[in-house]
């Protein structure tokens, strides 16, 4: 852990005001009330609702891994809405509040330097979680390794259409352009696309699927019979892109690639809407996160595997799931239960793939 001087954070009075404002009810989502323990408060800030990973999985795992490392601990959870603003508000909250931990997923990897300064200025360790922040070193950073995502969705889909004998060229339908883990897939994606025609691409504003869906909608204008396939970033730019190239009525539907296995990912890629998504088992950076912040909050240091920019880290590999290996890695592995996948909609396609 850093050494850092002792200051006082640098927060305006308004900004104060509005965080002790945002105390007194507690969190804006589930894990503001109660006060302070003798293992003390740990904040988990997350960036949007665009993705629903982070309701879902992430906010319920880490808090599940925190109660079991330390009884005394309490997680305060807040959601930015991908609102950069407003996450600054979140941060100076935490702050105000003598939180002993920060773990922050941040909305825009820019604007999140002055948070992580603030919070060591303030003695609070924070530790990047998801998508990093390049411009300021935090305490520690937690993630799957998003070159690596890019890079293998991108070398599957290319794959596929060089073994299906596909002409033309691809779609390259990125993430948001203030996110520096999308900077990190599109790079990687870009390197898996290889020598195959990149007919246009976007970086999607916010990740937000209907965005994206815009803006293939007007690509299919251009290049309606030249598109092979779509590499999206994400499933829910994968989402948007599919609900584009049906209500162009393309057909074959051309393949398109995804990200987070959600669980409408899953279902569009067996019933074979989607080609690829990324098993990235949500659990494995939660809990890692919560070891993390439990350590720093004891004054420990936490062991890092890697370090990027100029932060130690844990990366974590990946594992691309098409409909050959849904079965084993999905099912199989425990990440979601037939019950949970394959509803009336979806049950024949389920049982196509032996899924039950």
């Known amino acids: 852990m850093k050494n850092f001087p002792v200051r006082i954070a640098a927060l305006s009075g308004a900004a104060v005001l509005a965080a002790l404002g945002l105390t007194a009810c507690g969190s804006d989502d589930d894990g503001g009330s109660g006060g302070g323990d003798a293992g003390g408060q740990i904040a988990f800030l997350m960036p949007d609702r665009a993705s629903t990973r ?21 997680v305060l959870y807040q959601n930015a809405d991908s609102d950069p603003a407003k996450q600054q508000q979140q941060v100076e909250s935490m702050i105000a509040q003598g939180v002993k931990v920060i773990v922050l997923d941040p909305v825009d990897s820019k604007a999140a330097a002055s948070m992580v300064t ?44 060089k073994s299906t004998g596909a002409t033309g060229g691809v779609l390259m339908v990125n993430g948001s352009p203030t996110d520096r883990a999308a900077g990190l897939i599109k790079q990687g994606a870009e390197e898996g696309v290889g020598d195959t025609k990149v007919l246009a ?30 590499v999206a970033a994400n499933d829910g730019t994968a989402s948007g892109s599919i609900a ?16 987070d296995a959600e669980v409408a990912a899953i279902q569009r890629v067996i019933a074979g809407d989607q080609f ?12 890692a996160a919560a070891e993390v912040a439990v350590a720093l909050m004891k ?26 290996n849904v079965k084993e890695v999905i099912f199989d592995g425990g990440i979601y239960t037939a019950e949970q996948i394959c509803t009336a909609e979806y049950a024949a396609a389920c049982a196509k793939l032996t899924i039950k």
């Open 201 to 230: 691409s976007f970086d999607t504003p916010d990740w937000d699927p209907q965005k994206a869906q815009d803006w293939v909608s007007g690509q299919i204008t251009k290049y309606r019979d030249q598109i092979a396939g779509v």
């Open 244 to 259: 584009a190239l049906k209500a162009a009525g393309l057909t074959p539907l051309p393949p398109v690639t995804g990200n």
């Open 54 to 74: 982070y309701e879902e999985q992430d906010s319920p795992l880490f808090k599940e891994k925190v109660a079991e490392l330390c009884a005394d601990c309490e």
């Open 118 to 161: 603030q919070a060591q200025g303030a003695e609070i360790p924070i530790v990047t979680y998801d998508r990093p922040v390049t411009d300021v070193p935090a305490d520690f950073y937690v993630s799957f390794d998003n070159e690596a995502i890019g890079r293998s969705i991108a070398e599957s889909l290319v794959e596929h259409l």
């Open 299 to 324: 004054g420990e240091e936490p062991k890092a595997t890697t370090d990027l920019f100029d932060t130690p880290s844990q990366l974590f590999e990946p594992t691309v799931v098409t409909q050959e």
């Open 276 to 287: 690829n998504t990324i098993s990235k088992p949500i659990k494995t950076v939660a809990d």
